[in-house]
C-alpha cells in the first residue's frame, strides 16, 4: 500500500510488484470522496476513508495482505499515513503494522468539529477564512464527524 499525500489531497494505491514494473491493483484519490458525502482534503479523515475504499477495492481484486510503503515520509503517530492504514485494516485487510499509531480522534474528523465549533463561537471572521473552501462547498465543518460517518458507511455497504 503506497500513501502519498499532496497539498490538497490523497492517494492511496494498492500494488503488486513485479520485475517488469508495479501493476496497480486500486487507487483512491480524495477527490473520489465527494460522491460519497464528503469534502475531501488532505487531512486524517480523508486519508482513513481512501485508505477504506482503496481497501475494499483492493481486497476485491483478491488482495489480502499488504505492506505499506511510508516513501519519503516520517512515519509519525497520528499522521496521515496511520490514518490511511486504518482505513485499510478496517476494510478487511491485513498487515504486520497495529493500530497504536492511530489517533481515532483525529481519523473520525472529531477534532476538525470541535476546532470548527469552538472558533465559530468565538471568532466568526476567523472561521470564515479558515474553513472558507469548506463553507464555499457547502459542507459545516462543525458537521465533520457526523459526515465522516456517514461517507464510511456509503463505503462499507458499496
Known amino acids: 500500500m503506497v500513501v502519498r499525500k499532496s497539498t490538497t489531497g490523497v492517494l492511496v494505491q494498492f500494488l503488486s510488484f ?3 514494473g508495479d501493476k496497480v491493483i486500486s487507487s483512491v484519490r480524495s477527490s473520489a470522496l465527494k460522491q460519497y458525502g464528503w469534502a475531501p482534503r488532505c487531512n486524517s479523515p480523508s486519508a482513513y476513508l481512501c485508505g477504506l475504499l482503496a481497501g ?5 481484486a483478491g488482495t489480502t495482505a ?5 516513501g519519503m515520509q516520517t512515519p509519525s503517530k497520528g499522521s496521515l499515513l496511520y490514518a490511511a492504514l486504518k482505513g485499510a485494516l478496517d476494510s ?8 497504536e499509531m492511530i489517533t481515532e480522534d483525529r481519523v473520525s474528523g472529531e477534532v476538525i468539529a470541535k476546532y470548527a ?11 470564515r477564512r479558515i474553513f472558507s473552501a469548506y463553507i464555499k462547498e457547502g459542507f459545516a ?7 465522516f460517518k456517514a461517507a464510511k458507511s456509503k463505503i462499507n455497504s458499496a
Do not use: C, I, W
Open 66 to 70: 499488504f505492506n505499506l510503503d511510508v
Open 141 to 147: 465543518p462543525e458537521n465533520a464527524a457526523e459526515a
Open 117 to 127: 465549533k469552538s472558533l465559530k463561537a468565538t471568532d466568526e471572521a476567523k472561521y
Open 92 to 99: 478487511g485487510l491485513t498487515s504486520n503494522y497495529t493500530n
Open 18 to 20: 513485479s520485475d517488469k
Open 56 to 60: 475494499k477495492l483492493a481486497s476485491k
